[in-house]
């Protein structure tokens, strides 16, 4: 079957400007994640969803970072005012259950190269 | 606050030979998995250990969890090329990820 989708695969964009990462989740997984992939830093959580809900916001950056997730499905992370070090690849990933079952494995997406100007 | 430490970072391996990868991990944890990542691509899951003494393999590649020595291996028997990637270590629901292992292979 299809696995995890995210778009678009690569953006550029100026310092301040806005930008909106999108993921698909493989069909039927309830859980959803976003993490970030960056030299300096490794790989990092950024928020988990459940169903339509965040319980888990912790890594994000700052508040200029949100996201949401609409119809159990499709998730969007949002930048606002982007700055130079927000250069990373994002990632998506989906897991069958909630993050309290241990079995359940986490499936990445191809990621978002994001490069700010 | 979890920490996950790999070792060794890079790893240069002669075709045939053996090799162990190691993970450490500094609090208490239901769980660990080994993902692979090639070049420009995404992560692929490997293996899942959920228990105490947990083995897993998957034809070169076999995994092992110590959970009281917070400790999971993973070791690679008769390394061929196609192995060349960098692995990861990961542990807890919201993962935390160890810096990885960049693992060549030389003919």
């Known amino acids: 079957g299809a696995g995890v989708s995210q778009s678009p695969s690569n953006k550029v964009t100026e310092k301040g400007k806005d930008v909106e990462l999108r993921c698909d989740p493989i069909?039927?997984?309830?859980?959803l994640y976003w993490y970030r992939q960056s030299l300096g830093q490794g790989l990092e959580f950024l928020i988990y969803?459940?169903?339509?809900?965040?319980?888990?916001k912790s890594g994000l950056p700052s508040d200029r970072f949100s996201a949401e997730r609409t119809g159990g499905s499709v998730s969007t992370l949002t930048i606002q005012r982007t700055q130079q070090e927000d250069s990373a690849v994002y990632l998506c990933?989906?897991?069958?259950?909630?993050?309290?079952?241990?079995?359940?494995?986490?499936?990445f997406g191809p990621g978002t190269r994001l490069t700010v100007l | 606050e979890l920490k996950v430490e790999q070792n060794p970072l890079f790893l240069s391996m002669q075709e045939g030979k053996n090799y162990t990868i190691y993970c450490n991990y500094s609090?208490?944890?239901?769980?660990l998995y080994w993902y692979r990542q090639d070049p420009g691509k995404s992560l692929e899951s490997l293996f899942v250990?959920?228990?105490?003494?947990a083995v897993k393999q998957e034809g070169r590649l076999m995994a092992s969890l110590d959970t009281k020595a917070r400790l999971s291996t993973l070791h690679i028997t008769a390394a061929v090329h196609d192995l060349s990637a960098t692995y990861f270590c990961?542990?807890?629901?919201?993962?935390?990820f160890g810096a990885g292992t960049i693992l060549r292979v030389k003919s």
């Open positions: 990933a989906s897991s069958l259950g909630s993050y309290g079952r241990a079995s359940d494995t986490q499936y």
């Open positions: 069909s039927g997984h309830t859980a």
């Open positions: 969803f459940q169903g339509n809900s965040a319980p888990d």
């Open positions: 609090t208490t944890s239901d769980r």
């Open positions: 250990l959920l228990s105490n003494g």
């Open positions: 990961a542990v807890g629901n919201k993962l935390v």
